[in-house]
């Protein structure tokens, strides 16, 4: 059985006259709008110039990371045959079958649904619409989803992620663990510093990422979730940009099994 996001296409509206709000016709609106483009623009060439902390790698830092991961249950993250979980902001429903390599993303776009899986080879299946799409429009979702999947899978567990290939760490003066990816991802020379509470868990980190005009901006760790035995999520990463949250986040010791079907079976049949 095929889930899909539900989506409503809002019906046509009657054209209206956009009122200006009587504040901005005055003297003192306009300063005050003024005065927040000022503190903004200040603010990102401010940020522009932001550097990452002076950092360097090591035992230390190897060592921090190691009782990162030990806080948010990599042993047990890597056991897991299967996990689910739903992208607030992008509106995206991910299932990711970890031992076989397979991922399905369900999101909406331009009035569309889509649902599409596919393997670590690339190949896949689209469907738009509870349609099954093929030719160039086919080859053209796939490595969207893929996308998709890579950034929203970071922000849900990125601490089982920093020993991927080529991945740097490093630890500052202050004891943050800083994390440099060079190469990989969908944007290699991200770096990410790692700021950790009194329980031993992350309760905020600091981005230097392409996708993000502001640098060094903050994000926190909240709201954090056992999804399976010793494993831990964060659900909530606030900011006064704007709020990652993560729902319906569940980890399966085991998939397919007699309580889940495989919902891949159609991938397993193409790619053979």
């Not at 990711?96 to 080879?121: H, M, P």
């Not at 469907?127 to 796939?142: C, H, M």
């Not at 089982?160 to 991802?185: C, F, N, S, W």
Request: charged share 25%.
């Amino acid at each position: 059985m095929r889930v899909f996001l539900n989506c409503r296409v809002m019906p046509a509206q009657k054209k209206q006259i956009i009122r200006i709000p009587r504040v901005l016709k005055s003297k003192k609106g306009l300063f005050a709008l003024a005065s927040l483009l000022v503190v903004l623009i200040s603010l990102l060439l401010v940020s522009s110039r932001r550097s990452v902390p002076a950092s360097r790698p090591g035992e230390d830092a190897e060592r921090l990371a190691a009782q990162v991961e030990e806080r948010v249950g990599k042993a047990g993250f890597d056991k897991l045959a299967a996990l689910s979980f739903y992208f607030v902001p992008g509106g995206r429903a991910h299932f990711v079958d970890l031992r076989r390599g397979f991922t399905e993303v369900a999101f909406a776009q331009s009035s569309n649904q889509y649902l599409v899986q596919y393997a670590k080879d690339g190949r896949g299946i689209v469907y738009k619409n509870r349609k099954l799409v093929s030719g160039q429009e086919a080859l053209d979702t796939i490595p969207q989803a893929v996308k998709f999947f890579t950034n929203d899978m970071f922000w849900l567990n990125p601490f089982v992620q920093m020993r991927a290939p080529g991945a740097v760490r490093k630890i500052t003066e202050d004891g943050e663990l800083v994390v440099h990816y060079p190469e990989g991802g969908i944007t290699p020379g991200d770096t990410y510093v790692i700021h950790t509470g009194p329980d031993g868990l992350p309760d905020h980190w600091k981005l230097w990422v392409r996708v993000l005009p502001l640098k060094g901006m903050q994000f926190t760790f909240e709201d954090w979730r056992e999804i399976a035995p010793g494993v831990r999520v964060s659900l909530m990463h606030k900011s006064f940009f704007k709020d990652v949250e993560l729902r319906e986040v569940r980890g399966f010791l085991s998939y397919p099994d007699p309580e889940n079907k495989d919902r891949f079976a159609e991938l397993v049949e193409m790619i053979k």
